[in-house]
């Protein structure tokens, strides 16, 4: 069965750092390129960052830029996303999505074909 499962989500005060994981099963992970999204309520799903499948290419939305850090491990079919300097507007769900395409696209797109169920962060004090 071909699974994606976020982990690492939680309850932070701004400024302090999170690292979330995606972890697959399932499909032959290293031929993905994996993305994160984020929804926050009210507001559409969004891109954050994504990784090509070698870990070569790297993509980063203007918001986190500087702050947040995609890594991959395909010997553990992970993808990791380190968060540092949190805000509250960084408050949302996020998601994790493998594209076999390798499109290195931040727009949630049908190239994107795999998604995970999402885990909460929450920034406040």
């Known amino acids: 069965q071909l699974q994606l499962v976020e982990s690492g989500g939680g309850l932070v005060q701004p400024g302090g750092s999170l690292r979330l994981s995606c972890a697959a099963s399932?499909?032959?992970?290293?031929?993905?390129?994996i993305g994160w999204f984020r929804q926050a309520p009210g507001k559409e799903r969004e891109g954050v960052s994504c990784i090509s499948s070698s870990g070569g290419s790297t993509n980063y939305a203007d918001s986190v830029k500087g702050r947040f850090t995609i890594s991959r491990d395909n010997a553990k079919n992970t993808v990791y996303l380190q968060m540092n300097s949190l805000k509250p507007e960084d408050t949302a769900v996020y998601y994790c999505?493998?594209?076999?395409?390798?499109?290195?696209?931040?727009?949630?797109?049908?190239?994107?074909?795999?998604w995970g169920q999402g885990t909460q962060v929450t920034v406040s004090s």
């Open positions: 999505a493998a594209d076999p395409q390798n499109s290195g696209s931040l727009l949630v797109t049908p190239s994107y074909t795999y």
């Open positions: 399932g499909f032959t992970y290293d031929y993905y390129a």
